[in-house]
């Protein structure tokens, strides 16, 4: 089935049961962008999605796993080797939250190798979901040094993940031409409302985040409400009918991944 919704950043990988919620989603026109967390996860992500034409597989190193020292430079340069060749990366970025203290300049030298690697092997129709906490700017300054932000046909389509950052950085993503997913954890508090309220709906895409939790159970029609949620609450927001912030959303997601 064609999908009617799109979560633009999840995890299967940290799912339960993930090839059950995989097959879960093609009966239930559910697409979703599956981001990892470790790359050597990576090989076993995207042998899943082959077999579901509405999941796609992100080659991902997130900077919680940098920052507490389950992944490394070994990690660092797996992810590197595997982005050379890949479109779809995810998650990766920074977290300059206080319990990661100490670990910036790892994190840091991890986005900055990532970049490169991109920029050395440009590919048209990349996209990089972004993990931002109290650290949108100095991600933004990345991506620009790079050129990743500079519009040309190898421009990756780049997608702050449950943007928490400043109000001006979120004007700075937005005049870059940034795209944001939004979750229901988002949408919990006043200032997510707000800057979900200040996102334009041609840059808006829906996300769960899930598992909450690692191993949490989790099954396709949770992530459906999840979204269905979320689109309800953008809508109120907005003050536009449901449908139509659920088609804008979907187009924009036809227009940043491939699937079908």
């Not at 076993?44 to 796993?65: D, E, F, M, Q, V």
Request: aromatic share 8%; hydrophobic share 40%.
């Amino acid at each position: 089935m064609e999908p009617q919704l799109f979560d633009a950043h999840c995890h299967l990988d940290l799912m339960a049961c993930p090839d059950t919620v995989a097959d879960e989603t093609t009966a239930l026109g559910l697409g979703l962008f599956d981001c990892g967390v470790d790359p050597r996860d990576f090989a076993a992500a995207k042998t899943r999605a082959s077999h579901h034409p509405n999941i796609i597989a992100g080659a991902g190193l997130h900077p919680w796993w940098l920052a507490d020292g389950r992944c490394g430079p070994a990690e660092v340069n797996l992810l590197c080797e595997v982005a050379d060749q890949e479109r779809y990366i995810g998650e990766v970025g920074l977290d300059f939250s206080a319990r990661f203290a100490g670990s910036e300049p790892l994190q840091i030298q991890a986005l900055d190798r990532l970049c490169d690697a991109l920029v050395q092997y440009p590919l048209a129709g990349r996209v990089i979901s972004i993990h931002a906490v109290r650290s949108a700017g100095t991600v933004l300054d990345a991506l620009e040094s790079y050129g990743l932000l500079t519009p040309s046909p190898n421009s990756p389509a780049i997608i702050f993940h449950w943007f928490s950052g400043t109000s001006d950085e979120l004007v700075r993503a937005r005049d870059a031409g940034c795209y944001f997913s939004v979750s229901e954890r988002m949408l919990a508090t006043k200032r997510g409302r707000e800057y979900a309220r200040q996102i334009p709906l041609d840059r808006l895409l829906f996300e769960t985040d899930a598992p909450a939790e690692p191993q949490a159970d989790t099954s396709a029609r949770q992530l459906i409400a999840s979204l269905k949620s979320v689109s309800r609450r953008i809508a109120e927001l907005k003050n536009c009918a449901v449908e139509s912030v659920e088609s804008i959303a979907l187009g924009n997601s036809h227009s940043i991944f491939d699937f079908r």
